[in-house]
């Protein structure tokens, strides 16, 4: 007998010495198209489409230029997409009046996104930041968000984007009752069977933002978004958060940004396990990520990235890294 062999149970190597061991020991890590959400970001222009400087392979589109681009990636086992409205010539004001009208970009385009697209899962991103014209995710009194006024105008709009055929409305502005403001919208007008509510319930106020914030033309004119996004540090505020999502009635969580952040992913997992959970990779990451080396290496990295997101507990990862990862799992 062997006296280095303490005892077998620790014995881990016989364990994975083979791929398809290691692969086993890895128990739901897997990436498959249903684990990718891709945000867009939708022109009003409807034939236009623009590079994001800040972001490499990133496009805004007008919907005639959208819709060939996802088909394509629908070709290639794309699932869902979320959409982000931009807007260049309809007026921001102090209510984000263009986030609910007629002309809004995203109201036009549901319709012939379903018609063109129908198993593709459509999610809105529902915030009047992109739409106000001072930058704020609510509405303002005095200079200071207004809740009860934002969370009405947050509903209406998640209201408007569900009656055009949005799957998923995804509130992402953090107020405090939205979720069910939204849910009893919903309810009144007998969509809550057809529409289902993505809360960014753990939504930081984090520095990794900028590129986004660059592409939407949304930053805050004056102050900031600490009053409503968690202060960074907070895993507490993140848990009473994630609580109040729940109790509110949403159908799934978020964790944004994504990978400093896998702490908060795997106490929300194991708070809310019944809850399929959204982890969001942000362009700040998107950014980190596209600058740690080229083709293979860079890819290499990525993968490992999402791994570890999956293991922390997530279920759904949103990237604009999307178009790329669908080549790699097709290849694997
Ligand atoms: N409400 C959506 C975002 O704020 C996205 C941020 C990012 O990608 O940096
Ligand atoms: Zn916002
Ligand atoms: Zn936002």
């Keep these: 007998m062997n006296k280095l062999f303490i005892s077998p149970e620790h014995v881990l190597q016989g364990g994975y010495f083979h791929a398809t061991l290691r692969k086993l020991q890895e128990p739901n890590t897997s990436i498959e198209p249903h684990n990718i959400m891709y945000p867009v970001f939708l022109l009003q222009d409807d034939d236009a489409m623009q590079a994001v400087s800040s972001m490499p392979n990133v496009y805004r589109y ?31 004001d102090p209510t984000g009046s263009s986030a609910d009208c007629l002309e809004n970009p995203v109201i036009k385009a549901l319709p012939k996104l379903k018609a063109a697209l129908p198993d593709l899962l459509l999610a ?23 809740h009860a006024g934002s969370v009405k105008r947050i509903a209406e709009v998640a209201l408007a984007y569900a009656k055009a055929g949005a799957h998923i409305v995804a509130p992402s502005d953090m107020m405090d009752n939205r979720i069910k403001a939204i849910k009893d919208a919903l309810f009144d007008n007998k969509l809550q069977n057809q529409v289902s509510v993505l809360s960014y319930s753990c939504k930081f106020a984090s520095s990794m933002y900028g590129p986004f914030r660059d592409t939407m033309k949304s930053s805050p004119m004056a102050g900031d978004r600490k009053c409503y996004q968690l202060p960074p540090g907070s895993s507490t505020l993140a848990a009473r958060a994630a609580a109040r999502d729940v109790a509110e009635g949403a159908d799934f969580l978020m964790v944004k940004p994504g990978l400093p952040y896998l702490d908060i992913v795997r106490q929300t997992k194991d708070k809310y396990p019944n809850h399929p959970l959204f982890i969001y990779q942000v362009s700040g990451e998107y950014a980190m990520i596209s600058r740690s080396g080229e083709g293979d290496d ?35």
């Design 62 to 92: 007008g919907i005639n230029k959208l819709i060939p681009a996802l088909t394509e990636l629908v070709e290639r086992g794309l699932k869902s997409i979320l959409i982000f409205g931009i807007v260049e010539t309809l007026p921001k």
């Design 124 to 146: 809105c991103d529902v915030c009047l930041c992109p739409y106000t014209s001072h930058g704020h995710c609510g509405v303002l009194h005095n200079g200071v968000i207004d």
């Design 298 to 332: 860079m890819e290499t990295v990525l993968m490992e990235t999402l791994l570890c997101m999956r293991r922390a507990g997530a279920d759904c990862i949103i990237t604009y890294f999307a178009p790329l990862i669908l080549n790699i799992i097709s290849m694997k």
